[in-house]
């Protein structure tokens, strides 16, 4: 019987792969969750797009500071050495490269690094970005959190994204609640997958072709 | 003696035409001039066109703005949120034009303007539904998109502490766009919560230089 991670169970299994010293933006919803799996004598700096590096937790009850948002609008804190600017700067350091991983969730992902998470394309929505089409493009590396599949079980990993392109080839890493699997000129390849299953059922959950070269 | 200090808010927006592009500081509530906003409806401009990155929190401030159908267009990145609501229902009855542009493009578009840049090429968005219409290129092999400076008629910031020949320090995230903006627009209008005198601002730690502020004033009337 396989065992599919909890959402929890997926932040911390991509806070394992953030090392001391990197420069790390949380995207809103799940990705955030990954803070609170960052092991505490590891020193992380954590970006916020709203113009804060070396954001720390939320504030204790009755200490929130209006000024002091995330990019979700959450009251947070900064750490000791964090420090404050302007938007121009806080998109600089995505689109020049600065920062080392980003943590996006993600409607799908495609063989060859696209990512749609910014929009359903359904007639009817409201469009909204935001950061979604900087933070793609910027960082060195571009972890996705996500589900596998849909709630109607379809793959989230497809050959072609059918949703509105956020970037393009951009993504380097999927985790998804049954797998790690690495966007590589080769193709998707599979790293590890969660405990019961075997790749011949993950491959037939994914709708591209996997390859299995565990690390 | 130069004396960028406004008695009163009303006094501080009083010009603003009709049909004016007015940048609005602030990611969500947090660097807000909600003060000015009000200054703004009781005035009566209307038909402006405003550049925000979101389209109003709730019922004060940008939304209340939106809500007295003062706007006729809206450039931003993140529009759609939970508290969205008199954005929404403009939106949807066709009341209001939307040029959704994504985060950093709308920061950078205010930077360049101030900065005197005619345009500029980003890899952000190459490739997508909102790189439709706009010249691209390839540089060194990556997708750049052209994006176009944003200038404005009036930027309405809120900032700290500022003196009275327009120098400014903010307090935490409420920095946010007020420094790019205050560049990009032939007239900022910075909202204080207090106005020091001249040299008692570091001027290590100035955020934005006097140049570009015209106009300082009390966020709360006396």
């Known amino acids: ?215 | 003696m130069i004396d960028k200090v406004f008695e009163s808010l009303q006094a501080a927006v009083a010009d603003v035409p009709d049909g004016a592009t007015v940048m609005i500081g602030g990611f969500g509530n947090a660097g807000m001039p909600s003060e000015l906003i009000d200054a703004l409806i009781a005035q009566g401009a209307r038909d402006l066109t405003i550049v925000n990155n979101n389209a109003g929190n709730g019922d004060t401030g940008l939304a209340a703005l939106l809500k007295a159908k003062r706007v006729r267009k809206i450039i931003c990145s993140f529009p759609r949120q939970t508290d969205s609501w008199h954005f929404d229902a403009l939106y949807r009855a066709g009341e209001i034009e939307l040029e959704l542009t994504p985060q950093g493009n709308l920061a950078e578009r205010i930077r360049a303007a101030g900065a005197g840049i005619g345009g500029f090429f980003t890899p952000t968005g190459y490739g997508t539904l909102l790189a439709e219409g706009k010249e691209s290129r390839v540089i060194d092999g990556r997708g750049y998109v052209l994006e176009q400076p944003i200038h404005a008629d009036y930027a309405l910031i809120k900032a700290h502490r500022g003196d009275r020949w327009g120098n400014l320090v903010y307090r935490k995230t409420a920095r946010n766009f007020g420094p790019i903006m205050a560049t990009a627009a032939k007239c900022t209008i910075a909202q204080v919560s207090e106005v020091v005198a001249l040299g008692e601002l570091d001027p290590e730690a100035v955020v934005t230089p006097g140049i570009f502020v015209q106009r300082v004033v009390l966020q709360e009337n006396k």
């Open chain 1, 1 to 215: 019987m396989m065992k599919r991670l909890t959402r929890d169970q997926m932040a911390a299994r991509v806070a394992q792969d953030i090392p001391e010293g990197a420069y790390v933006n949380l995207g809103i919803g799940l990705p955030t969750m990954v803070a609170n799996h960052l092991p505490r004598e590891r020193e992380i700096f954590l970006q916020s797009e709203n113009g804060l590096l070396g954001m720390g937790p939320a504030p204790a009850a009755g200490e929130e500071d209006e000024d002091l948002i995330n990019a979700g609008k959450q009251p947070v804190t900064l750490l000791k050495g964090g420090c404050y600017f302007h938007h121009g700067d806080s998109f600089a350091m995505m689109r020049g490269g600065h920062l080392d991983i980003c943590v996006l969730g993600a409607f799908q992902v495609a063989a060859n690094g696209d990512l749609a998470n910014w929009h359903t394309g359904a007639p009817d929505a409201i469009p909204a970005v935001g950061g979604a089409m900087d933070l793609a493009i910027g960082a060195k590396q571009v972890f996705v959190m996500m589900e596998h599949l849909t709630k109607s079980g379809e793959s989230k990993i497809v050959s072609q994204c059918t949703y509105p392109l956020t970037g393009v080839g951009c993504v380097s890493r999927i985790y998804t609640d049954l797998a790690v699997i690495d966007v590589t000129p080769e193709g998707l390849v599979a790293r590890e997958m969660v405990e019961g299953l075997g790749f011949d059922e993950l491959q037939k959950l994914t709708g591209v072709e996997l390859k299995w070269q565990p690390l």
